[in-house]
């Protein structure tokens, strides 16, 4: 079962491109091994509780429960609009995770981790996170640079120290825990500083889930929010589907949270004795002009701001296409335009044009039928849409600009074999008639089997395309292994239609 989540975001943020980011890698993913035929769950959510959210409840006049009953659309919406497939959505004030959190507690609490104390230190409320005196930079949140404030209190603290040695023994054998390589250097160089036990209750606060054990305090929203990914699972309702579906596939989360994804949470599952998810994976962050973006700024961008210029695939396919897994990634509006000119509206779009109005104008549409592929001229464009069906195999490996290109590299294939064959000179020579049959067969074959590959990214154009070539079913019904794969075009009807993606001027 590829079980695959993204974090659970803050609501009182509006989804951005960064967050919107983590959602299309988890998307495209899971949708690529749908196509491969792999039972698959992905799910995204959340996070609900926390000092952030009951403090912007309160300036609002609003209990907490409104306030996220009232924001949680921003991320419905926002992930409809992208045309995101995710199975699940899981919100944390949800009862099917409070009633998984406090038993997942209890075990931790049954196995001796836990225990009380008193508790003193800086904490950012906009990361819910706490540090130690040395992490701050000048005196300010290492992540935001915005004040800290000192929090005290007597609350309960989990024995993280007492993990160490099996954490780094996990990572030791299980190679692909935390990717790419950077991140698990730095996790490791983590654990090997030594391990600080971490407060794990709030005293102070009502917004969230009561300990089991002591109702006076509520988990600490880190604590309540990993435990979603069980949750989202089946834990507290469906113990076949969570034995299906546990442990997950990947986690995937942006570099700023590895620590909390790839030490905090698999400690808890040792404590709580249940399974370790196969693997962490950690992508770098998105930056305009070189920066981080910021509220204060202004400098967030958001989807729909690009979406209403580009469409949803055409959003889709930029982000996929550019961002380097693992390394940060530098969004600009020119470089979008351009991308999207030269891959989407030419090299894609214009050759899928171009086949179906020769196809239209040479054979009234209808498929010319052919025996197979085997002529020497064709290998070229069979040999490319073999390595481009080998390339999806890096969506195994969130490498989705990897893919993309071998994937590409099949329709500049076809582009070079449209300009080597010439069919317009074909069709103008009666004695050309067969050729231009296997032109025009194996230019469709490679248009259908690129809307296949293309799917898990460009799903609206793929099915349009899919439409156009007269075929029945749609481009992600899969198995890839089958429906991926170069053979001779079928006996159908194509039409034209609109161009798949308008050349967008500067
Ligand atoms: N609520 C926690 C996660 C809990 S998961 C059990 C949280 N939420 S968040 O809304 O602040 O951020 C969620 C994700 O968005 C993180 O993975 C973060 O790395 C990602 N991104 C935020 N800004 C980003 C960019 N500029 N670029 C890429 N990803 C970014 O943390």
């Known amino acids: 079962m590829k079980y695959l989540s993204t974090p659970i975001y803050y609501p009182n943020d509006r989804p951005h491109i960064g967050t919107a980011y983590t959602t299309l890698l988890v998307d495209a993913v899971a949708r690529y091994w749908r196509l491969v035929g792999a039972p698959t769950y992905s799910v995204t959510g959340v996070d609900e509780h926390g000092l952030k959210i009951a403090r912007e409840a309160e300036s609002r006049g609003m209990s907490p429960q409104e306030w996220v009953d009232h924001i949680v659309t921003r991320f419905t919406e926002a992930w409809d609009l992208l045309d995101m497939s995710f199975d699940d959505f899981i919100r944390t004030t949800e009862d099917r995770h409070h009633r998984t959190v406090q038993p997942f507690l209890q075990r931790m609490f049954d196995s001796g981790d836990v225990y009380r104390d008193h508790y003193e230190g800086p904490y950012c409320v906009r990361c819910e996170g706490y540090y130690a005196e040395g992490d701050l930079v000048d005196g300010n949140c290492p992540i935001h640079g915005t004040p800290v404030e000192i929090h005290s209190e007597d609350n309960w603290f989990f024995r993280l120290s007492a993990f160490g040695d099996r954490l780094l023994a996990h990572i030791e054998a299980n190679p692909e825990f935390v990717v790419p390589e950077t991140r698990r250097n730095e996790v490791i160089g983590f654990i090997e500083q030594g391990l600080d036990d971490i407060s794990m209750s709030r005293s102070a606060l009502t917004w969230g889930i009561p300990l089991p054990w002591d109702e006076s305090q509520v988990a600490y929203v880190w604590f309540d929010a990993l435990i979603n990914y069980v949750s989202a699972a089946g834990y507290a309702d469906d113990p076949e589907r969570f034995e299906r579906q546990w442990p997950a596939w990947a986690h995937v989360v942006g570099k700023d949270i590895v620590r909390f994804h790839a030490v905090y949470w698999p400690a808890m599952l040792m404590s709580a004795g249940l399974p370790l998810p196969r693997q962490v994976a950690v992508h770098g962050f998105l930056l305009v002009g070189g920066e981080k973006m910021s509220k204060s700024n202004a400098t967030q961008i958001h ?8 469409g949803a695939d055409g959003y889709r396919y930029h ?11 530098s969004f600009s509006w020119e470089g979008m335009v351009d991308r999207h000119n030269a891959d989407l509206a030419n090299d894609f779009g214009n050759l899928a044009n171009r086949v179906l109005n020769m196809t239209a104008q040479y054979r009234d549409g209808a498929v010319p039928a052919v025996a197979d592929h085997s002529a020497a001229e064709e290998q070229p464009l069979v040999a490319a849409a073999a390595e481009a069906l080998e390339a999806m195999t890096e969506f195994e490996g969130f490498r989705t600009r990897q893919a993309l290109e071998g994937v590409w ?3 500049g294939a076809a582009n070079a074999f449209v ?29 259908r089997v690129g809307a296949v590959l293309v799917s898990p990214v460009i799903p609206a154009a793929a099915r349009r395309l899919w439409e156009m070539l007269g075929l029945p079913g749609s481009p992600d019904d899969g198995p890839l292994a089958e429906t991926g794969v170069f053979g001779v075009f079928p006996e159908s009807t194509v039409t034209k239609g609109d161009p798949l993606f308008p050349r967008i001027e500067e």
């Open 303 to 310: 989807p729909e701001e690009l979406v209403e210029t580009f």
């Open 319 to 329: 982000f996929l296409r550019e961002m380097p897994f693992g390394a940060d990634g």
């Open 409 to 411: 590299r099949l329709f």
């Open 419 to 447: 300009e080597m064959t010439e069919p317009w000179r074909l069709a103008k020579d009666d004695a050309a008639a067969d050729r231009l049959d296997q032109v025009l067969n194996a230019l469709l074959e490679a248009l």
